[in-house]
C-alpha cells in the first residue's frame, strides 16, 4: 500500500512537471492573443520594448499589434519562441527581417546599460555598508562586470551592426565577415558569478540587510537570465541569419561577373563594321594581310587600319583571340576553323 501511495505520488508529480512543460513548449503563432503569451511568459514585457511594441493592446493578436506598431510579425515570434521554448524554425529563417532583429538587439542594449546595470549597483549600494572595504570591493567587482558588458555591447553596436547595415545595402567590407564576430562572441558573466559567490558565502550576517541582498541577488540572477538568453538569441537567430546575407551576397557576387562577361561579347560585335567582320574571317582562315588585302579588293593599308580598329573595339590582338570571339559570335562555324 505505502509502494503504491509513492507510485502514485511520483506519478502525479511527473504529470505536474509535464504539464508545465507542455505549457511553455506552445509554439506561439500570429493569431494568437498577444495578452495570452504574456500571461503564459511575463519574462516576454522586456522583449515587448526591446522591439518598440506599446501596452495598452486590449484583446488584440500578435498579427494586428505587430502590424499597427510596424513590427514584423515573423521575426517578433521567432524570438518569442526561441527564448520560451528555445525553438528554432531553420526550414522558414529566410522570413527574418535582419533590420527587426538589430533594432530589437540595439534596444535591448540600451535597456541592458542604460536602465538594468545602474539600477543594480543602486540596489547593491543600499545593501551595502557604504564604510565597509568590503563593501567597496563588491562595488569594485560590480564595476568591472559593468565596464565589460558594456565593451561587449558597444563592439557590437559600433563594429557588427554597421559592417551587417553595409552588407543589406550591397557595401559589405571585404576585410570583416560575421565568423569573425561569431569566433569571439564570448560569454561575460563571469564577474557577476564572483559577486554572487561573494556576497552569498562571504558577506557577514546582518539581519537589517539581509533582506535587501537578498533581493539585490534575486535580481543579478534574472539579469543574468536575461543576458545568457540575449547572446543566445545573437548565436542561434542573428549570426546564422547574417551568414545566409553573405552567403547570398558571395553568389550573386559571381553571377554578376559571370553575366557581365557573357554580356560583353555580343555588344561589342555590333559596333563592328561588315567589312571589319570580313577581315576577322580571313584572319580566323589564316591568311595574310596581303592575301586578305586581294580577297577584300582592297589595299594592304587599308586591311592594317581594319586590324587596327578591330583591336581597339574589341581589345583583342592575337588571332587565336580573334578565332574564339569569332566562333562565339557566330561569324565563322567551329567546324570550319583549323585547330
Ligand atoms: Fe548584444
Ligand atoms: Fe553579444
Redesign the pocket.
Known sequence: MGIACIDFFSLFCTLIIYNVRMKHLKMYEADDKLISIIRDNYSVLQSLGSFGINLGFGDKTVREVCEEQGVDTYTFLAVVNFTINGYLDNENSDRLSIPTLMHYLKASHDYYLRFQLPFIRRELADALDEHSSLAQLILKLYDEYAHSIRV??MY?EKTVFPYVENLLEGNANGNYDIETFSKN?GQTDQKLRELKQIIIKYLPADGLRNNQLSATLYDIYNNEEWLSL??NV?DEIFIPAIRRVEQKSRQNDVSAKISNMISQSPSNSEVLSEREKDVIVCVVQGMSNKEIADHLYISTNTVITHRRNIARKLQIHSPAGLTIYAIVNQLVDISSVKL
Open positions: 561587449h555591447m557590437e562572441h540575449h547572446a545573437e
